[in-house]
């Protein structure tokens, strides 16, 4: 008994440890526009970690909904990713990652480098009102970082901008989970 509970609260650790480097990666954003508009890039070279560790160990379907999930509530909880697009993109991105995942193999490498970009790709569901509402989302810039960082905004809402984030993000998340198989060997050893 006492060894699935500590299985669980390293999953849940896992889970949190992911949430909250998708969370510091949003302070990449204090540096300027092009910076908030690509923090997916950098959660998802931060986040690899702990969804390499999490997916080596459950190798079951559920690893995305749940690192998923837990983005979604915290952005609930926080007033982040406004609107039910957003967070259905952050969901959607984690089921996506394992249904990948689960086709591919969920005890494999390469389970992980297919699903991980799914997941990561998600998490521009807390910036896509920056495309999907642009007016919106420029008022709330000249709010809460002045005029200047909402003039610097516009430039980025195209969909070429969006288009180079999805294919950085995804390429980093590759890159992540072959960092991690490299660094993390006893990781690594759990998967084919």
């Known amino acids: 008994m006492e060894k699935i509970l500590l299985k669980w609260y390293s999953a849940v650790g896992m889970g949190l440890l992911y949430m909250a480097t998708v969370f510091a990666a949003c302070f990449f954003g204090f540096i300027g526009p092009a910076c908030w508009a690509f923090f997916p890039v950098v959660a998802a070279l931060l986040g690899s970690g702990a969804f390499f560790w999490l997916s ?106 969006l288009c180079l984030c999805i294919i950085l993000t995804a390429a980093v998340a590759v890159l992540g989970i072959w960092l991690c198989g490299k660094v993390d060997k006893k990781s690594a050893k759990l998967l084919k």
């Open 56 to 161: 080596a160990r459950w190798q079951k379907f559920g690893v995305g909904t749940f690192a998923a999930l837990l983005v979604c509530l915290f952005c609930l909880a926080t007033g982040e990713a406004a609107g039910f697009l957003s967070k259905a993109i952050i969901v959607a991105g984690g089921i996506i990652a394992d249904v990948v995942r689960l086709l591919v193999g969920n005890d494999s490498k390469k389970g992980l480098y297919a699903a991980y970009p799914f997941l990561a790709i998600g998490n521009i569901g807390w910036i896509v009102n920056l495309w999907t509402r642009p007016q919106w989302y420029l008022d709330g810039a000249v709010e809460e970082m002045g005029r200047a960082y909402a003039d610097g905004m516009i430039k980025l809402q195209n969909p070429a901008t």
